[in-house]
């Protein structure tokens, strides 16, 4: 059922039932043995919109059906006649590192004919779209298959200085019968759009009008009044939709943001999900032991591990255990530590796919008890101290008993070589995340995942971020680069232009400002800028992505992730005996250089908080406040 707030205009419609204002359709469209219907409560008249804006908005709702109906995710698009559409294997093929990527999976994108086109007397056909809708619960849904034909008519008249101009799209279900339809699509055989427009030449184009009207062939059934507040829904959504709409706007980029789905594709991660909630959400929302409403935080757990799931599908060709045959993913997988693991959620569902690694958190949880004895064992209470805060106590004369006066063991991020980091809603330990990868292994630092949360300084302490000044800032492709791999400060910009030279490109850099701009109003968005400056200076490729999980805290910022996954395919080719080997470059510079630009940037950034001898106290006695009073154990998300 479509859902948005009325925008149409209510005085003209009749109040009656659909079922008494049908009447056959104004337009000849064959076969003859098709009755189509139509009604004067399916008609909005006195549109200002430009045909180019419907059209463009008609292309937009192909791809974003979830716009229409709650019960969908999204459309595949397997065929589009203009190629402007693109199918989830060319997405696929974007993101991917060659060998590293794993066909398969999912609804799957297999070839599918389109239905024929319909004749529509004074049109003339102009594309053809093949679309399959994706539910978002397939055990109560089907996919299903659409074809989606566009029209064109054009009629000049000089005499009255009038142009008129009509687009029609012809929406055609893949069935034989009514039963084959599934709930949230219309009881129909058929569904149209047409948008009639008439513009005076001697004015604006706004000055124009148009009129947008939906007729329909249906089952030889009476009218239901479901199918009624449907199709009412369907016309208003267009027009609101419509209200909002810019002409300069790429239909073809969908719901187009250009740092979402830009690390993965949204068909691998959705689909991944879907059967991720169907396989534990009934067996850990009923078992849920925490004060904090279940479903919220198993689906957003579980959105997560649909992200690593696909993202090291994309890193190192590995999947989850049930794609494998009973293959082991030692050989091929290097390991995670999820730091600040809170509930543990994730941890047991990487484990339970396949994906060996382990969670430590200072405070232990109370889910942690419904998980079986070997989960549990992959779960340690323990508590983090950056190694140069360590260092630093270690160093200073009778601190050492501040350390042992903690009474939980304590780690200082040192972990085997390649192992990969989540640092999920880690607050303190957020921006510490890249400095903590990069020491672990200064000749090769880990590859990591921050989803930042609260914003913290190095010493714990709740700090806002200034704003990064303009030239620091990343671009909206959400991508940097490491120093090593740029121009010198020094240098200007070779050519500052948009690479394709034209206006796409250019509308790309635009959209890129304002994501940025948007970005940086906000303490998260700080926070977010303050993780990827600090990574790039030690000298990762660094990438942030919006993610598809049910949390406003949704930005990722991944580190590492080509130059692991090219050394990874580079260094374990197809045939190579034994346990992967690991990757041996690092495109940041030697290792004492990574260590200097560490110490740099702990001693920087502590500075305004007197030092590092005085960070590292402060965070001693934070941690120890942490553990004495309720501190995490008892926060929503952790």
Same mark, same amino acid.
Request: some cysteine; aromatic content about 8%; charged content about 25%.
């Given at each position: 059922?479509?859902?948005?707030?009325?925008?149409?205009?209510?005085?003209?419609?009749?109040?009656?039932?659909?079922?008494?204002?049908?009447?056959?359709?104004?337009?000849?469209?064959?076969?003859?043995?098709?009755?189509?219907?139509?009604?004067?409560?399916?008609?909005?008249?006195?549109?200002?919109?430009?045909?180019?804006?419907?059209?463009?908005?008609?292309?937009?709702?192909?791809?974003?059906?979830?716009?229409?109906?709650?019960?969908?995710?999204?459309?595949?698009?397997?065929?589009?006649?203009?190629?402007?559409?693109?199918?989830?294997?060319?997405?696929?093929?974007?993101?991917?590192?060659?060998?590293?990527?794993?066909?398969?999976?999912?609804?799957?994108?297999?070839?599918?004919?389109?239905?024929?086109?319909?004749?529509?007397?004074?049109? /003339?056909?102009?594309?053809?779209?093949?679309?399959?809708?994706?539910?978002?619960?397939?055990?109560?849904?089907?996919?299903?298959?659409?074809?989606?034909?566009?029209?064109?008519?054009?009629?000049?008249?000089?005499?009255?200085?009038?142009?008129?101009?009509?687009?029609?799209?012809?929406?055609?279900?893949?069935?034989?019968?009514?039963?084959?339809?599934?709930?949230?699509?219309?009881?129909?055989?058929?569904?149209?759009?047409?948008?009639?427009?008439?513009?005076?030449?001697?004015?604006?184009?706004?000055?124009?009008?148009?009129?947008?009207?939906? /007729?329909?062939?249906?089952?030889?059934?009476?009218?239901?009044?479901?199918?009624?507040?449907?199709?009412?829904?369907?016309?208003?959504?267009?027009?609101?939709?419509?209200?909002?709409?810019?002409?300069?706007?790429?239909?073809?980029?969908?719901?187009?943001?250009?740092?979402?789905?830009?690390?993965?594709?949204?068909?691998?991660?959705?689909?991944?999900?879907?059967?991720?909630?169907?396989?534990?959400?009934?067996?850990?929302?009923?078992?849920?032991?925490?004060?904090?409403?279940?479903?919220?935080?198993?689906?957003?757990?579980?959105?997560?591990?649909?992200?690593?799931?696909?993202?090291?599908?994309?890193?190192?060709?590995?999947?989850?255990?049930?794609?494998?045959?009973?293959?082991?993913?030692?050989?091929?997988?290097?390991?995670?530590?999820?730091?600040?693991?809170?509930?543990?959620?994730?941890?047991?569902?990487?484990?339970?796919?396949?994906?060996?690694?382990?969670?430590?958190?200072?405070?232990?949880?109370?889910?942690?008890?419904?998980?079986?004895?070997?989960?549990?064992?992959?779960?340690?209470?323990?508590?983090?101290?950056?190694?140069?805060?360590?260092?630093?106590?270690?160093?200073?004369?009778?601190?050492?008993?501040?350390?042992?006066?903690?009474?939980?063991?304590?780690?200082?991020?040192?972990?085997?070589?390649?192992?990969?980091?989540?640092?999920?809603?880690?607050?303190?330990?957020?921006?510490?995340?890249?400095?903590?990868?990069?020491?672990?292994?200064?000749?090769?630092?880990?590859?990591?995942? /921050?989803?930042?949360?609260?914003?913290?300084?190095?010493?714990?302490?709740?700090?806002?971020?200034?704003?990064?000044?303009?030239?620091?800032?990343?671009?909206?492709?959400?991508?940097?680069?490491?120093? /090593?791999?740029?121009?010198?400060?020094?240098?200007?910009?070779?050519?500052?232009?948009?690479?394709?030279?034209?206006?796409?490109?250019?509308?790309?850099?635009?959209?890129?400002?304002?994501?940025?701009?948007?970005?940086?109003?906000?303490?998260?968005?700080?926070?977010?800028?303050?993780?990827?400056?600090?990574?790039?200076?030690?000298?990762?490729?660094?990438?942030?992505?919006?993610?598809?999980?049910?949390?406003?805290?949704?930005?990722?910022?991944?580190?590492?992730?080509?130059?692991?996954?090219?050394?990874?395919?580079?260094?374990?080719?197809?045939?190579?005996?034994?346990?992967?080997?690991?990757?041996?470059?690092?495109?940041?510079?030697?290792?004492?250089?990574?260590?200097?630009?560490?110490?740099?940037?702990?001693?920087?950034?502590?500075?305004?908080?007197?030092?590092?001898?005085?960070?590292?106290?402060?965070?001693?006695?934070?941690?120890?406040?942490?553990?004495?009073?309720?501190?995490?154990?008892?926060?929503?998300?952790?």
């Amino acid at each position: 059922m479509p859902r948005s707030k009325n925008a149409r205009d209510t005085t003209r419609l009749t109040g009656k039932p659909l079922a008494e204002t049908i009447e056959p359709a104004s337009l000849d469209i064959g076969p003859e043995a098709e009755e189509w219907l139509s009604s004067p409560d399916l008609m909005e008249m006195g549109l200002p919109f430009a045909p180019e804006v419907v059209y463009d908005l008609n292309v937009f709702l192909l791809i974003n059906p979830n716009f229409n109906s709650s019960c969908l995710f999204r459309a595949d698009i397997l065929f589009d006649s203009l190629g402007g559409l693109k199918t989830p294997e060319h997405e696929e093929e974007k993101n991917s590192f060659g060998s590293c990527r794993v066909e398969g999976g999912g609804f799957g994108a297999q070839s599918v004919e389109p239905v024929p086109a319909r004749s529509v007397a004074g049109f /003339s056909l102009t594309r053809t779209v093949v679309r399959r809708l994706i539910p978002r619960n397939p055990q109560l849904d089907r996919p299903l298959d659409q074809t989606c034909h566009f029209y064109e008519a054009g009629e000049d008249d000089v005499q009255r200085d009038t142009t008129s101009k009509r687009i029609l799209f012809v929406l055609t279900p893949h069935l034989s019968s009514r039963d084959e339809i599934p709930f949230y699509h219309p009881l129909l055989r058929g569904l149209v759009f047409l948008y009639d427009f008439k513009s005076d030449d001697a004015k604006p184009p706004q000055g124009g009008h148009g009129t947008l009207s939906i /007729s329909f062939v249906p089952f030889p059934e009476p009218i239901q009044d479901r199918l009624d507040r449907t199709l009412a829904a369907l016309l208003n959504t267009q027009v609101r939709l419509a209200r909002n709409a810019h002409t300069s706007r790429r239909p073809d980029r969908g719901n187009h943001n250009p740092i979402k789905d830009n690390v993965l594709p949204k068909h691998r991660v959705q689909d991944t999900y879907s059967w991720l909630k169907l396989k534990y959400a009934p067996d850990l929302c009923p078992r849920w032991v925490e004060d904090t409403e279940p479903s919220k935080h198993v689906f957003e757990d579980l959105a997560i591990a649909a992200f690593f799931i696909e993202l090291w599908r994309n890193m190192y060709g590995v999947a989850p255990v049930a794609e494998r045959g009973g293959e082991s993913d030692d050989a091929v997988f290097p390991g995670f530590v999820d730091v600040a693991c809170g509930n543990g959620v994730l941890v047991y569902v990487l484990l339970l796919e396949g994906y060996h690694g382990w969670g430590f958190d200072a405070r232990r949880r109370k889910t942690w008890g419904i998980f079986p004895d070997w989960v549990q064992e992959k779960l340690k209470e323990a508590t983090y101290i950056p190694k140069p805060f360590y260092d630093a106590m270690a160093a200073a004369a009778g601190t050492e008993s501040d350390i042992r006066e903690l009474g939980i063991d304590t780690l200082t991020g040192m972990f085997p070589k390649d192992t990969f980091i989540i640092s999920n809603h880690a607050d303190e330990l957020t921006v510490w995340t890249p400095l903590m990868a990069a020491l672990s292994n200064p000749e090769s630092p880990l590859p990591f995942l /921050s989803i930042p949360c609260c914003s913290h300084s190095l010493s714990g302490a709740r700090y806002r971020y200034p704003t990064p000044p303009r030239e620091k800032r990343h671009g909206g492709r959400g991508k940097s680069t490491p120093k /090593s791999e740029g121009p010198e400060p020094d240098e200007p910009e070779p050519n500052p232009q948009p690479q394709i030279g034209d206006l796409k490109a250019l509308r790309a850099e635009q959209q890129a400002s304002q994501a940025d701009a948007e970005m940086y109003n906000s303490t998260y968005g700080c926070l977010t800028a303050k993780t990827m400056a600090i990574a790039e200076e030690i000298g990762y490729e660094v990438e942030r992505t919006l993610m598809r999980i049910p949390s406003t805290r949704n930005m990722g910022v991944v580190g590492g992730r080509r130059r692991t996954a090219q050394e990874w395919r580079r260094s374990n080719k197809p045939g190579d005996s034994g346990l992967a080997q690991p990757p041996d470059t690092h495109n940041g510079g030697t290792t004492n250089e990574v260590l200097e630009r560490i110490d740099e940037i702990v001693r920087r950034e502590c500075s305004r908080e007197g030092g590092v001898d005085t960070a590292a106290k402060a965070w001693i006695e934070r941690t120890k406040g942490l553990l004495k009073g309720q501190g995490r154990g008892n926060q929503p998300r952790h």
